[in-house]
């Protein structure tokens, strides 16, 4: 998988996140805030999230560093970092 | 001839709405399938039929809100003639009134002879399933012409126009309908259980730790979430203690063999449902984790089994996600006890004199004193903690 940038990887988060969480608007979410509080989503809905994250953007990501991506910011930082090494 | 009735769909249930007939008169219908869709106050449940037969007609129409309890199809058992036990004139009695919502009722439905059905294309078929069409009620525009995609699209239309305010209640008012529910339910509980409550701290490193190792080797979609090997435990230990698994019924208790394991699922927006993996204590953790995906998808999307929603024979509640440490469950009714769990965090913990980090989980037990006493309940929560330090044991 080739880098891409930020705004890239923040809009395939939010287009993964608008499926599991349809009534929430991803543009009012505070980015340094967790995303599982303010999307009132649970470990079940948080593993789907992982795994469309791994399907969209095909980058394997190891339980370990979930907690790498419990914010937006985390999130768009770990990926980033991810698909430029893989 | 035998008579397929509104099921009670839990104990806060009275009555249910028909929203859609999956089968038709002259159908072969096998024990386990699904025949009916009908909304509850916890939204719409797929509803199955427990005998093997041919449906010899359907007596209640989609649309009509009927109490539990009451006639909704016939069925004609293997080899029973025609008509055996039902004379074709005149027809049989209509039921009872119902006691809730007449006017919501419709007419008994005993098409003397089924007109002749119109032939529906597969595309059309698959189109009416998906708008939640009823594909028998959609007429082609030409007489004697194939139902089309065309005509089911123009059947939503029209439904759409004219059933508006009668089709699906609104959320806030399905979420009125859903507080009324848990409160009939929970109220009821607290009125008539006698509840007695215990806890117990378990260290849970080995399971946690193996579930680590072992998510590590898997693919992403094939990852188990921290609840599944819990799930196993907590069911396979209410082998030992059988008297925290079963129903209160008619004033004793009936143990149940199978661990039909309710799980409390919260719905967004608010409400709970709390509907069973069947067998969970015989079930694989892989088979698990795929039950229980496949549950919060349905719940989530709305379609429930009428099996799921009325016989677990005991609840598991797991509020440890939202940092609770311990959860002191409500039982439901006519279940006599409720396993809660709490969050998994890192505590000092003291073992052979010496002091050391470890995982630990607050279990907590809600049991019925009439059919338990603390005693038991509490050797139910020792043999939970003690599997929990096996994890192989969990497979």
């Keep these: 998988m080739s880098a891409r940038t930020p705004d890239e990887i923040r809009t395939v988060i939010f287009d993964v996140l608008g499926a599991i969480a349809p009534e929430t608007d991803p543009s009012t979410l505070v980015p340094g805030k967790p995303l599982r509080e303010q999307l009132d989503i649970d470990s079940f809905d948080f593993l789907n999230v992982i795994i469309r994250l791994h399907e969209k953007l095909g980058v394997d990501i190891p339980e370990a560093d979930y907690g790498e991506l419990l914010t937006l910011d985390g999130a768009v930082a770990y990926l980033a970092r991810r698909c430029a090494a893989d | 001839m035998r008579e397929f009735r509104m099921p009670s769909l839990g104990a806060d249930m009275d009555a249910g709405t028909l929203v859609q007939w999956m089968v038709k008169p002259g159908d072969t219908v096998k024990r386990g399938q699904v025949v009916a869709v009908v909304e509850t106050q916890k939204g719409a449940i797929e509803v199955e039929i427990w005998e093997d037969g041919m449906l010899d007609r359907l007596v209640v129409e989609p649309g009509a809100k009927v109490p539990v309890g009451e006639v909704l199809a016939l069925l004609r058992a293997d080899g029973e003639p025609a008509g055996a036990a039902a004379p074709a004139a005149p027809p049989v009695a209509p039921p009872p009134p119902p006691a809730i919502a007449p006017a919501a009722r419709a007419a008994p439905a005993v098409p003397a002879a089924p007109a002749a059905r119109a032939r529906i294309s597969p595309a059309a078929r698959k189109l009416a399933d998906e708008l939640g069409v009823d594909i028998e009620s959609v007429r082609p525009a030409e007489p004697g012409g194939v139902v089309s995609r065309e005509d089911v699209e123009r059947a939503a239309a029209a439904r759409k126009g004219a059933e508006a305010p009668a089709g699906k209640p609104a959320a806030a008012d399905w979420h009125a309908q859903m507080r009324k529910a848990i409160a009939a339910a929970m109220s009821r509980s607290k009125r008539e259980i006698p509840h007695y409550y215990l806890a117990t701290d378990i260290d849970v490193t080995p399971v946690m730790d193996w579930l680590a190792a072992e998510n590590l080797r898997r693919a992403v979609a094939e990852r188990l979430l921290p609840v599944v090997p819990l799930m196993k435990a907590v069911a396979l230990t209410l082998r030992e203690v059988p008297e925290l698994n079963g129903v209160w019924e008619n004033g004793a208790f009936r143990p149940s063999r199978p661990v039909h ?21 015989s079930k694989g953790l892989d088979q698990l984790m795929a039950d229980l995906r496949d549950l919060i998808m349905r719940v989530r999307g709305g379609r429930l089994r009428s099996s799921e929603m009325s ?17 002191f469950g409500v039982i439901y009714p006519p279940q006599v006890a409720i396993v809660g769990l709490g969050k998994v965090v890192e505590r000092p913990w003291v073992a052979g004199g010496a002091v050391g980090v470890r995982k630990v989980m607050t279990a907590t037990l809600a049991a019925d004193h009439r059919v338990s006493d603390g005693h038991r309940g509490g050797l139910y929560l020792a043999a939970l903690g003690r599997l929990l330090q096996e994890p192989e044991k969990l497979r």
Excluded: F, K, S
């Design chain 2, 311 to 327: 016989d677990p024979t005991v609840t598991l509640t797991n509020l440890g996600e939202q940092g609770v440490e311990g959860v």
């Design chain 2, 261 to 281: 394991l309710g799980m409390a699922i919260a719905l967004r927006g608010g409400g709970l449902v709390a509907p069973a993996i069947h067998d969970a204590d």
